[in-house]
């Protein structure tokens, strides 16, 4: 069955210094992977995704993520962290059925 | 476009009580997605449907909940009856090829059941 795991249920970052958040993932076959960005009182927005190619992904707001097979991992990094940054993130496995991890909240220091 | 619509933003209702959640998809986007989120589970899938045809209700937690779409411009998420355990929030999200495109999440609708 497809899970996803972020160890992480809270990180704590200073403004300006790098972020990344661990993801796991267990898929019986090759998994379509995304990552999701919730504001607090808000719907999810889509970050990133992953099929199939490149294992390093770029996607919006200055976030990427690397697809990393022999680890079933797919971690979400930033080089630098802004404090509008400051929110929930959910990665997800799956296609149509698609399986959200349990969540890793985000707090920016100033 | 205004994106997913859901109404209500905020619903209280009293245990036993009748529930309908209401969605309205982006315009031409054939896949419609009802998820829950709650502390303790998460994100779970209920159901969706493409072309207003419901593919996989497997998530959907008992009889209590049944979900329509009687066309491609709105759908409901009915709970009948209701209870506490169900207070949770409930999105809606819709894309134009499933979930391998971008996914348009709807604000939620925050049930609370007493």
């Known amino acids: 069955a497809q899970s996803v795991t972020q160890p992480d249920i809270h990180i704590t970052v200073s403004e300006g210094a790098s972020l990344e958040l661990r993801c796991n993932y267990s898929?019986?076959?090759?998994?379509?992977l995304f990552w999701y960005v919730q504001s607090p009182g808000q719907g999810l927005q889509l970050l990133l995704k992953?099929?199939?190619?490149?294992?390093l992904v770029q996607g919006i707001k200055g976030f990427e993520a690397e697809f990393k097979r022999s680890q079933s991992s797919f971690n979400l990094r930033k080089p630098s962290v802004h404090w509008s940054d400051a929110a929930e993130y959910f990665c997800?496995?799956?296609?149509?059925?698609?399986?959200f991890g349990a969540g890793t909240r985000l707090t920016v220091k100033p | 476009d205004a994106g997913v619509i859901q109404s209500p933003r905020h619903e209280v209702t009293e245990m036993g009580q009748e529930v309908t959640l209401r969605c309205k998809p982006i315009?031409?986007?054939?896949?419609l997605f009802w998820y829950r989120q709650t502390m303790m589970r998460g994100l779970e899938l209920l159901i969706y449907?493409?072309?207003?045809?419901?593919?996989?209700d497997s998530g959907m937690p008992e009889d209590r909940f049944s979900a329509k779409m009687p066309n491609a411009s709105f759908s409901t998420l009915k709970i009948q009856p209701s209870e506490p355990r169900d207070s949770a929030v409930y999105f809606c999200?819709?894309?134009?090829?499933?979930?391998?495109?971008?996914?348009?999440f709807g604000q939620g609708t925050r049930l609370t059941v007493v």
């Open positions: 997800a496995v799956g296609n149509n059925d698609m399986r």
């Open positions: 898929y019986g076959a090759t998994p379509y």
């Open positions: 315009s031409g986007h054939d896949y």
């Open positions: 992953y099929f199939s190619g490149d294992t």
């Open positions: 449907f493409n072309n207003n045809v419901p593919i996989d």
């Open positions: 999200a819709s894309s134009w090829a499933g979930m391998t495109t971008e996914a348009f």
